[in-house]
T-cell receptor
Framework: DAGVIQSPRHEVTEMGQEVTLRCKPI?????LFWYRQTMMRGLELLIY????????DSGMPEDRFSAKMPNASFSTLKIQPSEPRDSAVYFC????????????FGSGTQLSVL | GQSLEQPSEVTAVEGAIVQINCTYQ??????LSWYQQHDGGAPTFLSY????GLEETGRFSSFLSRSDSYGYLLLQELQMKDSASYFC???????????FGTGTQLKVEL
């Protein structure tokens, strides 16, 4: 299996622009998570899905952030409009149904908002 | 809510043994996981403790004491490639949610 695939690997954009991050989970995994990592705040859970349904989005910082999972093999995290404080590494992770303590992380998207 | 604390940095020499501690305060504890993250890389799963005691996986062992709200990761026969950040994580809860600790940067020196 190719693992969790995220794109783009790096994104540089200007303040006010829309940013869309993409994630393909491991086939057969029922849970998908979006995390954000910064030096100041560490790894923060933004939102997670079970069977394509958003379960908890309490970590989404503002209405500027939205996430979708239209099917079992694809999810997006959108920021509109982006701000410099959104600069971070965004990780997508998936896990099998039975062993959810083990998350499989993608390589992450390094986002820089200028 | 959940709160997990770790030392920010630990330094050890190659071949030695090092212990990375994690103390937690949670409302409803399920288990403690450990993840490794190299610079520029993604976190990767190392181990999980749901019950008190020691779990061993090769050179790595993880310990949990629920009564003390405490756990640790033990790394033996340290190698240079073990230089990385190590995170403890609590969960998953009823909603399959993991909350990560602050992370410990381990530096292995010659």
């Amino acid at each position: 299996d190719a693992g969790v695939i995220q794109s783009p690997r790096h994104e540089v954009t200007e303040m006010g622009q829309e940013v869309t991050l993409r994630c393909k989970p491991i086939s057969g995994h029922n849970s998908l998570f979006w995390y954000r990592q910064t030096m100041m705040r560490g790894l923060e859970l933004l939102i997670y899905f079970n069977n394509n349904v958003p379960i908890d989005d309490s970590g989404m910082p503002e209405d500027r952030f939205s996430a979708k999972m239209p099917n079992a093999s694809f999810s997006t995290l959108k920021i509109q409009p982006s701000e410099p404080r959104d600069s971070a590494v965004y990780f997508c992770a998936s896990s099998p149904k039975a062993t959810n303590e083990k998350l499989f992380f993608g390589s992450g998207t390094q986002l820089s908002v200028l | 809510g959940q709160s997990l604390e770790q030392p920010s940095e630990v330094t050890a020499v190659e071949g030695a043994i090092v212990q990375i501690n994690c103390t937690y305060q949670t409302s409803g504890f399920y288990g403690l996981s450990w993840y490794q993250q190299h610079d520029g890389g993604a976190p990767t799963f190392l181990s999980y403790n749901a019950l008190d005691g020691l779990e061993e996986t090769g050179r790595f062992s993880s310990f949990l004491s629920r009564s003390d709200s405490y756990g640790y990761l033990l790394l033996q026969e340290l190698q240079m490639k073990d230089s990385a950040s190590y995170f403890c994580a609590e969960g998953p809860g009823g909603g399959n949610k993991l909350t990560f600790g602050t992370g410990t940067q381990l530096k292995v020196e010659l």
